[in-house]
């Protein structure tokens, strides 16, 4: 199991940015997919992207290309997201996940990643 631990949300007004971020442990980056999701209240828990950090290949959802970007530091073993043009509708809490294995379609299938950090909330006004 990954071990991983989210930071870096608050809330910002709409046009805003953040940088998500998640420290892990416990895996070797080369081997290892790795993603945010999110879930609004009320709401089930979707994909935001995801990056096999062994390759460097990343995948977003379509309701954030062009304003979100994945990235990973393998010497700080640490995932961000870089959420920028911040929309109300994005208010929400953010995880980190991961299983072992090059990211594989479907991307976002929740029942593949096998580690999920604590979530850090992210809220945006209007």
């Known amino acids: 199991q990954v071990q991983l631990v989210e930071s870096g949300g608050g809330s910002v007004e709409a046009g805003g940015s953040l940088r998500l971020s998640c420290r892990a442990s416990?895996?070797?980056?080369?081997?290892?997919?790795m993603g945010w999701f999110r879930q609004a209240p009320g709401k089930e828990r979707e994909g935001v992207a995801v990056?096999?950090?062994?390759?460097?290949?990343?995948f977003y959802a379509d309701s954030v290309k062009g304003r979100f970007t994945i990235s990973h530091d393998n010497a700080k073993s640490t995932l961000y997201l870089q959420v920028d043009i911040l929309k109300p509708e994005d208010t929400a809490m953010y995880y980190c996940?991961?299983?072992?294995?090059?990211?594989?379609?479907?991307?976002?299938?929740?029942?593949?990643?096998?580690?999920w950090g604590q979530g850090t909330q992210v809220t945006v006004s209007s």
């Open positions: 990056i096999s950090p062994g390759v460097g290949s990343t």
């Open positions: 996940a991961a299983y072992f294995d090059y990211c594989r379609y479907p991307l976002f299938l929740k029942s593949r990643f096998r580690s």
């Open positions: 416990g895996y070797t980056y080369s081997s290892i997919c």
